[in-house]
């Protein structure tokens, strides 16, 4: 079983960064494939990075060349870097972890906001 628990997002003004973390309380395996998901009100949770056990990453096309997203197993960590925000990036993000291409792990969620 594993548990995540993101932090790190916040308020900023559009064209600052943000660098949520996501921490898991179980074992990271190399081989789990992470993502980081978003929603915003109104809409449907979408893909907005993920990053496989072969360290291929995955973007959405509305945030290529500004996220970044990262791992650190032997902390059991994911960060999503987040640079020239924009007020359309404002949204709840989660982390996701799938292990052996069938088991979902989510977590709670991190409020971004990015003012204009």
């Known amino acids: 079983q594993v548990q995540l628990v993101e932090s790190g997002g916040g308020l900023v003004q559009a064209g600052g960064s943000l660098r949520p973390s996501c921490a898991a309380s179980?074992?990271?395996?190399?081989?789990?494939?992470v993502s980081w998901y978003r929603q915003a009100p109104g809409k449907q949770r979408e893909l907005v990075a993920r990053?496989?056990?072969?360290?291929?990453?995955k973007y959405a096309e509305s945030v290529k060349g500004r996220f970044t997203i990262s791992r650190d197993n032997a902390k059991y960590t994911v960060y999503l870097q987040m640079n020239s925000l924009k007020p359309e990036d404002t949204a709840v993000y989660y982390c996701?972890?799938?292990?052996?291409?069938?088991?979902?792990?989510w977590g709670q969620g991190t409020q971004v906001t990015v003012s204009s």
């Open positions: 990053m496989d056990g072969w360290s291929s990453t």
């Open positions: 179980g074992t990271i395996f190399s081989s789990d494939t």
């Open positions: 996701n972890l799938l292990r052996w291409s069938t088991v979902n792990y």
